[in-house]
């Protein structure tokens, strides 16, 4: 069965860095458009960023400049780097496909960043 499961989540600083990891497993990553979401308290899950499986990413205005998304297909695995956090960038952050061939959207079971000021 499909499978993301999200780690590197955590507390930090205003200004600091974290990087996100999902390992994928049950579908054919390489060829799935990836993506991280973000949900706040009290707010609707957010688009963050995304990646195609040739590479081609995009990214939410809010995080433009200050995140990338990247992909290790030979570790079926997916990332988001992030840098100058901000306290508002607090939030749970998910996972998600749409898995190749079926196009079904999947989901992690979220990771919590915290940004502190």
């Known amino acids: 069965q499909v499978q993301l499961v999200e780690s590197g989540g955590g507390l930090v600083q205003a200004g600091g860095s974290l990087r996100l990891s999902c390992a994928a497993s049950?579908?054919?990553?390489?060829?799935?458009?990836m993506a991280w979401y973000q949900q706040a308290p009290g707010k609707q899950r957010e688009l963050v960023a995304t990646?195609?499986?040739?590479?081609?990413?995009n990214y939410a205005d809010s995080v433009k400049g200050r995140f990338t998304i990247s992909r290790d297909n030979a570790k079926n695995t997916v990332y988001l780097q992030m840098n100058s956090l901000k306290p508002e960038d607090t939030a749970v952050y998910y996972c998600?496909?749409?898995?190749?061939?079926?196009?079904?959207?999947?989901w992690g079971q979220g990771t919590q960043v915290t940004v502190s000021s």
């Open positions: 049950g579908f054919t990553f390489s060829l799935s458009t």
């Open positions: 990646i195609t499986y040739i590479g081609i990413t």
């Open positions: 998600n496909t749409e898995a190749f061939p079926t196009q079904r959207a999947y």
